[in-house]
């Protein structure tokens, strides 16, 4: 939930330091420091420590006005865990004695124990955080080795949790030591010297050959290379992963926010993920699954599991994965899934879908699920990362870099690469034909130009939506179907991003209690697109209509039916129920950023939240 950068080399280390971390802000963005190395009068090696509460802009300012010599250090943004957000709180943590210093991701769940062991010891402690432990042991550990790799090393016996970790030390000029367990580490080797961040956006200007580091391996960064070692210390080498997208991806391009510029690359995240996917014989293509047809064939039970939007991708997924293989499919929160005794036998699949690849919940459900004897299949947008890794098989979205902490392109990507695997399961089952398939394939791919479209004519009528509820202190999101499981979306995308409050219900629900908190004036959101249940929905919104509410429709062109009832119309072209969801989370994204922004919120670092859950 943290970001953490290092670099060593030939430039200045503070603007490599601060471009990466304003690039790993989506991570975490409570407060933010650096260590830097630097030359006093002597000649000998000191540690700058700068940190600063809020955005890496704040720590930038105050880095002004510091010169250019320093060509080592590593960096932090931070999303608070353990103690609140404060300058104390803020990484880099040092030894004692300050010549040790470090930044971490992740949670040592051990560390009352051993902040105890070393107050005992004499160690001094100046923050809150579970990380200034690692400072403390690591410092203990050099005293005897006199090697900071090896302290490193060390320190990491003593540690249960998990951390991705940087340290430089005084003692050793030019070296940044590094360990990984359970949370990302990417390395880098660029023309001018050694990189390292929690994610390769950090280090692409660098080079785009990188070493995913796995769990267990350490590396240490001098100016002139890497070594890599296993917890023996043993050199090893390890896999280098080609990075195929470029540095634009990272960029706004000309939007205002990174979520605007990520809902307008919806059409391409729908092409993209379904390249190359079917056979001139109009068979699926999902080779990346890792299971047979005769495997498949014998699936019995489908479990989604995943948190937030990719839930709600979830729940997409099961009515497409009923419907069309006739699998029975459960969905949860893989917080829950976790700690339950699901009923999970060898011909049970769990799919697990999470954008970043590394949500703590749904990795240690896929872990369990797998202990269990499940097949596990990941879905998830980013390559190499622990949901991918520890998955029998996956499906990459396709969406590239998302920024923005509220998940868009990446939700369309996986209910597209969800839908793939709804028609691979009919298909194997025998409940679709291969011609079923190839027109479903080919309607699924015509909502890129569907999407396109929305984008192109419904910006007015969603502003004029978007003023309407502006100021309302609640807002509910209805439909039936599909259109329910869109409605959990769009009040989830409305609250993470402009704080007001909304909730979403199956439109036959509200007379059973929600419809109590209708008054004049309320907004309700209603997804009433055309399905076999859209009577039925417009029935419910009457009676919302009756007792004042003011109602927004997703509807689809040319009904002109719903404006009798609907105070605002956002149209969508007309498509199959089975891929309206694709269509309606549009406007639903749409309609949350604009009235985000009209309330003065950031939308692309919402308050409170980062992007990458990688705590429970
Ligand atoms: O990376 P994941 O898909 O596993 O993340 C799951 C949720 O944390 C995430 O979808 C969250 O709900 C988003 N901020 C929603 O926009």
């Not at 540690?159 to 000029?173: I, R, S, W």
């Not at 699924?444 to 502003?463: E, S, V």
Request: charged share 25%; hydrophobic share 40%; proline share 4%.
């Amino acid at each position: 939930m943290c970001g953490i950068v290092g670099y060593t080399g030939s430039d200045t280390a503070k603007d490599i330091l601060i471009t990466g971390l304003k690039r790993l802000e989506y991570r975490g963005y409570d407060s933010a420091g650096v260590a830097l190395e630097r030359t006093d009068s002597d000649g000998a090696t000191q540690l700058d420590i700068v940190r600063r509460v809020g955005k890496v802009v704040g720590l930038e300012s105050e880095l002004a006005n510091m010169d250019d010599a320093s060509t080592c250090g590593i960096g932090h943004t931070r999303w608070a865990t353990h103690g609140r957000p404060s300058q104390a709180n803020a990484h880099p943590h040092a030894s004692c004695d300050g010549r040790i210093a470090v930044v971490h991701n992740g949670i040592i769940e051990n560390f009352a124990e051993l902040r105890d062991e070393l107050e005992q010891r004499g160690h001094t402690f100046r923050s809150q955080t579970d990380t200034e432990v690692f400072a403390h042991l690591i410092e203990e550990a050099y005293a005897q080795e006199h090697d900071l790799m090896a302290a490193v090393r060390e320190a990491c016996t003593h540690v249960v949790g998990a951390y991705g970790l940087a340290a430089v030390c005084a003692d050793e000029p030019g070296v940044i030591a590094v360990a990984r367990k359970d949370n990302p580490i990417v390395i880098g080797r660029g023309e001018r010297g050694s990189y390292v961040a929690s994610d390769v956006i950090a280090l692409i200007d660098a080079t785009r050959d990188v070493v995913v580091l796995e769990d267990g391996q350490f590396a240490r960064l001098t100016p002139e290379g890497i070594e890599y070692t296993d917890a023996a210390g043993k050199t090893i080498q390890p896999d280098i992963t080609h990075i195929d997208w470029d540095i634009d991806m990272a960029e706004k391009g000309g939007y205002p926010d990174f979520m605007l510029k990520e809902i307008c690359e919806q059409p391409r995240v729908v092409r993209d993920t379904l390249v190359g996917r079917l056979s001139p014989y109009g068979e699926l293509d999902i080779d990346e699954l890792g299971l047979t047809f005769e495997e498949l064939n014998l699936i019995d039970r489908v479990y989604v599991i995943a948190c937030g939007t990719s839930y709600h991708a979830g729940l997409i997924a099961k009515n497409l994965i009923e419907s069309w293989a006739r699998i029975p499919c459960e969905v949860e929160a893989a917080s829950e899934f976790r700690y339950r005794n699901p009923i999970i036998t060898p011909s049970t699949l769990v799919v697990a879908v999470s954008q970043s690849g590394e949500t703590a919940d749904t990795l240690a459900a896929i872990r369990d699920a797998r202990i269990k004897g499940a097949k596990v299949f990941g879905i998830t947008n980013v390559v190499g990362s622990p949901v991918a890794r520890e998955s029998d098989g996956v499906i990459y979205t396709k969406a590239n870099k998302e920024i923005a902490v509220a998940s868009t392109k990446s939700f369309i990507g996986q209910i597209v690469s969800l839908t793939l695997l709804a028609l691979l399961l009919g298909q194997v089952k025998g409940k679709l034909t291969t011609g079923q398939v190839r027109m479903l394939f080919h309607e699924l791919g015509d909502t890129a130009a569907q999407i396109q479209h929305i984008l192109d004519t419904q910006g007015p009528a969603i502003h004029e939506a978007a003023l309407a509820c502006k100021d309302a202190p609640s807002a509910l999101f209805v439909g039936r179907g599909m259109g329910a499981a869109i409605s959990y979306e769009g009040a989830l995308k409305l609250k993470e991003v402009s704080y007001l409050h909304a909730e979403a219900y199956a439109a036959g629900e509200m007379k059973h209690g929600p419809i109590a908190l209708i008054d004049p004036g309320f907004p309700v959101i209603a997804v009433t697109t055309k399905s076999p249940t859209y009577d039925k929905t417009v029935s419910n919104l009457k009676e919302c209509e009756a007792r004042g509410a003011k109602i927004i429709a997703i509807a689809t062109e040319g009904d002109e039916d719903i404006k009798q009832i609907a105070d605002y119309v956002i149209y969508i072209p007309l498509v199959r129920d089975a891929f309206s969801a694709i269509t309606a989370s549009v406007p639903l994204q749409l309609l949350a950023r604009e009235v985000a922004v009209m309330r003065g919120c950031d939308v692309d670092q919402p308050r409170n939240l980062a992007k990458s859950v990688t705590v429970e």
